[in-house]
């Protein structure tokens, strides 16, 4: 079992800049994809970007520009970077990691809020 160690998050207002972290404690695969996912009230748990061990990316299209994921292997961290945050933003972030080893085998975080409001 792999432990998620969240940190960041918090209130900012429209417009500013936040950044979160996610350590993991462990690693069951060398392939393997780490990323945030959020939740708003009322509202499904959706993907915000994610990062593969070998560097490729995705991001979900309301924050394409805006924020940026990356991940440092050795340490088995990732980092999404959060600027010209908007109220839609607004939402509980969860870290997970997916390992690939026959399996997969999917971790997540408690979460972290974050809050876009004037």
């Known amino acids: 079992q792999v432990q998620l160690v969240e940190s960041g998050g918090g209130s900012v207002q429209p417009g500013g800049s936040l950044k979160l972290s996610c350590a993991a404690s462990?690693?069951?695969?060398?392939?393997?994809?780490m990323g945030w996912y959020r939740q708003a009230p009322g509202e499904q748990r959706e993907l915000v970007a994610d990062?593969?061990?070998?560097?490729?990316?995705n991001y979900a299209d309301s924050v394409k520009g805006r924020f940026t994921i990356s991940r440092d292997n050795a340490k088995n961290t990732v980092t999404l970077q959060m600027n010209s945050l908007k109220s839609e933003d607004t939402g509980v972030y969860y870290c997970?990691?997916?390992?690939?080893?026959?399996?997969?085998?999917?971790?997540w975080g408690q979460g972290t809020q974050v809050t876009v409001s004037s």
């Open positions: 997970k990691r997916t390992d690939v080893s026959g399996f997969l085998y999917v971790s």
């Open positions: 462990a690693t069951i695969s060398s392939i393997n994809v």
């Open positions: 990062m593969s061990s070998r560097g490729s990316t």
